[in-house]
């Protein structure tokens, strides 16, 4: 398993938090080989935002999604390559899991708003 101590949000940030979180799937000790795979196939889009659940964020977040939708629709028929959108958010950094979840549904909300 990893190493909490290792995620993105607590490397030094000397690197993009993109970077950070494409040598985290990167790192031997990642378990998930689906986001190897589509690491290994540059299939890994990620988007940096503002902190989780600010309104800011919203049109950027739409336009992302939109413009990654488009993509894969104009994407091959026989193209069986999985395709990743990643939205990642700079903080909070000092959550617990429930006010995470609320804060991601928040976000989500403002987008269907």
């Given at each position: 398993?990893?190493?909490?101590?290792?995620?993105?949000?607590?490397?030094?940030?000397?690197?993009?938090?993109?970077?950070?979180?494409?040598?985290?799937?990167?790192?031997?000790?990642?378990?998930?080989?689906?986001?190897?795979?589509?690491?290994?196939?540059?299939?890994?889009?990620?988007?940096?935002?503002?902190?989780?659940?600010?309104?800011?964020?919203?049109?950027?977040?739409?336009?992302?999604?939109?413009?990654?939708?488009r993509f894969i629709e104009g994407q091959?028929?026989?193209?069986?390559t999985v395709h990743s959108f990643v939205?990642?958010?700079?903080?909070p950094s000092d959550t617990d899991e429930?006010?995470?979840?609320?804060?991601?549904?928040?976000?989500?909300?403002?987008?269907?708003?």
């Amino acid at each position: 398993m990893s190493n909490p101590a290792n995620t993105p949000a607590s490397r030094p940030n000397q690197q993009s938090l993109s970077e950070r979180f494409l040598s985290f799937i990167d790192d031997p000790s990642f378990p998930c080989v689906g986001s190897k795979a589509a690491l290994a196939r540059n299939a890994i889009q990620p988007h940096e935002f503002g902190r989780l659940g600010d309104r800011r964020n919203d049109a950027r977040l739409l336009d992302s999604l939109t413009r990654f939708a488009r993509f894969i629709e104009g994407q091959p028929k026989e193209d069986t390559t999985v395709h990743s959108f990643v939205a990642l958010f700079d903080g909070p950094s000092d959550t617990d899991e429930q006010r995470f979840e609320a804060m991601l549904w928040s976000q989500l909300q403002h987008l269907h708003d």
